[in-house]
């Protein structure tokens, strides 16, 4: 157990919709990391935060936004869904943002958007 | 950017040692890791590299020469468990923190 909580585990939606989803960093680290994973792509880095601060973009769709509050949870909010966004998202948290700070994942949300 | 290459798939024998290359370009480099992820579950952190030559923890260890932008995973006395993907994964002097993955060495260990 990694200690980075996802919800839910698996949402199925329909295209057009939106969603929501959570991350829990670990205890302590101020750094929370959004990626999503197809099946035929690697992790893809889309949106980090460092204390509440949008700190990194990837490629991150402009239907796609995210924040994180005060008490460090993050949200990643995915709008005007499609068939394409299918995929699992992880979240990912690290205590600062020093060189060799590794990244922790959490268990992800498995979107199925039909 | 960033470009990171890394076979698809390997399979070897158990009990034997297999060798998972990853080279990279990178505008920038903060160090490389390797990651091991089991299909649908969250990737786990293996190895960090930052400076040239060979880090070994256990059964794993990894390689790094910054020169040729190259880095392998070596795993040794495989095991079936060892069936994975292995992620390569560099950190950039670009942005804060983040990791940027290759696509994955999806590695099958037999009988």
């Given at each position: 157990d990694s200690g980075v909580t996802q919800t839910p585990k698996h949402l199925i939606t329909a295209t057009g919709q939106r969603v929501t989803l959570r991350c829990s960093p670990r205890s302590g680290d101020l750094s929370v990391y959004?990626?999503?994973?197809?099946?035929?792509?690697?992790?893809?880095?889309?949106?980090?935060y460092y204390n509440g601060e949008e700190r990194a973009k990837g490629n991150i769709l402009e239907r796609f936004s995210a924040q994180q509050f005060p008490d460090l949870h993050s949200?990643?909010?995915?709008?005007?869904l499609e068939l394409g966004?299918?995929?699992?998202y992880?979240?990912?948290s690290s205590a600062r943002q020093g060189i060799n700070e590794k990244l922790f994942f959490g268990s992800g949300t498995q979107l199925s958007v039909l | 950017g960033q470009n990171?290459?890394?076979?698809?798939?390997?399979?070897?024998?158990?009990?034997a040692i297999v060798?998972?290359?990853?080279t990279y370009q990178t505008?920038?480099?903060n160090g490389l890791f390797w990651y091991q992820q089991h299909a649908g579950e969250a990737p786990t952190f293996l190895s960090y590299n930052v400076l040239d030559g060979l880090e070994e923890?256990?059964?794993?260890?990894?390689f790094l020469s910054r020169s040729k932008g190259y880095s392998y995973l070596l795993l040794k006395e495989l095991q079936m468990k060892d069936s994975a993907s292995y992620l390569c994964a560099v950190k950039s002097q670009t942005g804060a923190n983040n990791l940027f993955f290759g696509t994955g060495t999806r590695l099958t260990v037999i009988p």
């Open positions: 959004w990626y999503q994973q197809s099946l035929d792509q690697g992790l893809q880095f889309l949106i980090q949200e990643l909010n995915l709008s005007s966004d299918s995929a699992l992880f979240c990912a | 990171i290459d890394q076979p698809t798939e390997m399979t070897a024998t158990e009990g060798q998972i290359n990853c505008s920038g480099f923890k256990g059964r794993f260890s990894s």
